[in-house]
C-alpha cells in the first residue's frame, strides 16, 4: 500500500492539494492491490497481501473522507466511505479467522508442552490429551467459518456493488471531488484542526478506558471499548499520513492494539467451541486453559498500549 513519504508540508499549502493528493495515492494503490488480486489467481500467499494492500488503501481512503469530509463534497464522501467500510470489513474476515486458528494451535502447542501448568485432579496430563481434540474442533469450526467467508469474498468482488466502488477509487485516482470554498484555505487553516478533531476524539476514548485492575485479569466486558481505540487510533494516523508527519508512535501503539484484537478474538473463539455440546472433559479444560492464555495476552497487550501511547507519569521529588 501506498505509505507517507513524511516530508514536511508546507502549512501555507491549498488544503485541497494536500489532501488531494494523499487521496490520489491511496486511490492508486487500491487499484494496485486490486490488479494483484486479480492476477494472484491459486495462490493464497499472493492473493493474502494483495487483499490486505487492498484493505490498506481502503480504511486510509474511507477514514480521511471522515476526518476531513468538510474538504470534499460531502454527499461523494458520504457514499464512498460507507462502501469502503463494507469491503475493507468483506475482505478481512477470510483471513482473520485464518490468522485466529493458527494463533490458537500455535497457542495449543505451547500449552500442551508447558510444564507450568497443572493438570485437573485425577486427569494427569488431561491438557495433553485434550489440546489434539481441542484443536481439531477448533480447526474445524475456525474453517468452516473462513471458508464462508471465502465465499462471501468471491461473491463481493464478483458483485456490481464490488465494481462499483472500483470505478468511483479509479476517478479518484484522478480527481477529487472537492469542496470548492474549503479546499482553498490553508493547510494550517483547515486541514490542522480537522486532524486536532480526530486527536481529540482519540483522547477522550483513552481517557474513558477503565483502569487495568490485576484483581480481575480476564474482564471480557471492556473489549469493546479497546476496540473503539483501537479504530480511532488508526483514523489519528491516517490523518497525520495525509499531513506528511511521522506516524511511528501512533503505528506502534496500533500494532499493541491489534495484538489486543487478536487475543481477544481468539479468546471468543475458544469460549465458543468450549460451548459445544457433549465435548469430553479433557477437550473443555484444554480450552479452558487456552481461553485463559489468550485473555493473558489481551491484558499484556493494553498494558503495551498504555506504555507506548499515555505519558510516564511524574516523579514526585522528595
Do not use: K
Not at 54 to 80: H, K, M, N, P
Request: hydrophobic share 45%.
Amino acid at each position: 500500500m501506498a505509505q507517507p513519504n513524511h516530508d514536511p508540508i508546507t502549512a501555507t499549502a491549498d488544503a485541497g492539494d494536500v489532501l488531494g493528493t494523499y487521496l490520489r495515492a491511496q486511490a492508486t494503490a487500491f487499484l494496485r492491490g486490486l490488479r494483484l488480486h486479480e492476477e494472484s489467481g491459486a495462490d493464497a500467499a499472493e492473493g493474502s497481501d494483495a487483499a490486505r494492500s487492498l484493505r490498506g488503501a481502503a480504511r486510509r481512503i474511507s477514514g480521511s473522507l471522515a476526518t476531513f469530509r468538510v474538504v470534499t463534497e460531502s454527499s461523494w464522501a458520504d457514499g464512498l466511505r460507507t462502501e469502503l467500510v463494507w469491503l475493507s470489513s468483506t475482505l478481512a474476515d477470510e483471513h482473520a479467522y485464518a490468522a485466529r486458528l493458527a494463533r490458537l494451535m500455535d497457542a495449543l502447542h505451547r500449552l500442551s508442552g508447558s510444564p507450568e501448568l497443572p493438570a485437573p485432579r485425577g486427569s494427569a496430563g488431561a491438557l495433553t490429551v485434550g489440546s489434539a481434540r481441542a484443536g481439531a474442533l477448533l480447526e474445524r469450526q475456525l474453517t468452516l467459518a473462513r471458508t464462508r467467508a471465502h465465499s462471501a469474498t468471491l461473491q463481493a468482488l464478483g458483485s456490481s456493488r464490488f465494481h462499483a466502488v472500483a470505478d468511483a477509487v479509479a476517478v479518484l485516482a484522478s480527481e477529487v471531488p472537492l469542496d470548492v470554498v474549503a479546499a482553498r484555505g490553508r493547510v494550517e487553516e483547515v486541514l490542522v484542526p480537522l486532524a486536532a478533531v480526530a486527536e481529540t476524539r482519540l483522547s477522550a476514548a483513552v481517557t474513558a478506558l477503565p483502569p487495568i485492575d490485576c484483581t480481575h485479569p480476564y474482564n471480557a466486558d471492556h473489549d469493546g471499548l479497546w476496540h473503539e481505540v483501537r479504530r480511532l487510533l488508526r483514523v489519528h494516523r491516517y490523518a497525520r499520513e495525509a499531513l506528511g508527519e511521522d506516524v511511528t508512535r501512533p503505528a506502534a501503539a496500533g500494532e499493541a492494539l491489534d495484538r489486543h484484537r487478536d487475543a481477544a478474538e481468539a479468546a471468543g473463539a475458544s469460549a465458543t467451541a468450549a460451548r459445544t455440546p457433549r465435548i469430553a472433559p479433557a477437550t473443555a479444560y484444554a480450552l479452558g486453559v487456552l481461553h485463559a492464555d489468550q485473555r493473558h495476552e489481551v491484558e499484556a497487550a493494553r498494558l503495551d498500549f498504555r506504555r507506548l501511547w499515555l505519558p510516564e507519569p511524574a516523579v514526585t521529588p522528595w
